[in-house]
């Protein structure tokens, strides 16, 4: 005969309100927030007597034990010992229960790797929003290069002037940097043999105030040689005399 599984001992939504005197709907909106983030699973739900009004029923998340621990971190974590206490009145074997620093310790590290993939992913969205940008921004088609804009073939001469660049990092930083300069437009070659091609143009100003930024987050490795976040390995640099 098949043995039915153990369902395992969870908590209310509404007893965790209790713990740390909070209200229920803030509670549920943390619950929810957690899941979305994919720090805990959404719990299920179930209907209970709401004993703030007797035999109504009110929609309560069941919690299990590890997740409660990870919704009071984030809800109130001055009431972690009394979770501890929950869950050893609760529970036949106080054997298995989690000492308070043990079980906190893994909720707020599980905490923190959801901030750091939230992290993570704003600053992937925000290099999107920006490429699309710069990309949108190309669409404009002049008839000429403006006076005081330059190509990547010019800038690249020009910056690498000023900062010892070599041409394959400064076009790393325009490509591969958050905060490249957006392009002013693309212009229209009118050389025969480019057959109406097209070439992006930057602000020199931009170009400029890029690479000053670029080279004052750059990290000294020798006498000659820096490294940056976002570029991979070494690489030369002069930096301006101000």
């Known amino acids: 005969m ?14 965790i309100t209790d713990l740390v005197n909070s209200n229920h709907a803030d509670v549920r909106r943390s619950i929810e927030r957690l899941a979305e983030r994919g720090v805990i699973t959404l719990p299920p739900t179930a209907e209970v007597p709401n004993p703030r009004s007797g035999p109504k029923l009110i929609s309560v998340y069941m919690v299990g034990e590890r997740e409660s621990y990870i919704v009071v971190a984030q809800l109130s974590p001055e009431f972690t010992a009394r979770l501890v206490d929950y869950w050893q009145a609760h529970k036949n074997d106080a054997a298995q229960i989690p000492t308070t620093a043990e079980a906190f310790a893994q909720a707020f590290r599980m905490l923190a790797d959801a901030e750091q993939r939230d992290a993570d992913r704003e600053r992937r969205l925000n ?9 949108a921004t190309a669409q404009t088609v002049l008839s000429a290069r403006p006076a005081n804009a330059e190509s990547i073939v010019h ?13 394959q990092t400064i076009d790393a930083v325009m490509r591969q940097s958050p905060y490249a300069p957006k392009p002013a437009g693309m212009v229209r070659n009118d ?10 143009v930057y602000w020199k100003k931009d170009v400029t105030a890029t690479f000053d930024r670029f080279a004052k987050e750059s990290t000294a490795v020798s006498n000659q040689f820096y490294t940056h976040p976002y570029i991979d390995g070494r690489f030369m640099l002069i930096r301006p005399i101000d």
């Open 2 to 15: 098949n043995m039915l599984a153990p369902i395992p001992q969870a908590m209310t939504s509404l007893e």
């Open 127 to 135: 290099t999107i929003d920006a490429k699309v940008e710069r990309i």
């Open 155 to 167: 800038l690249r001469k020009r910056i690498g002037k000023m900062f010892g660049l070599s041409s």
């Open 191 to 200: 050389r025969a043999e480019a057959e109406g091609s097209t070439y992006a």
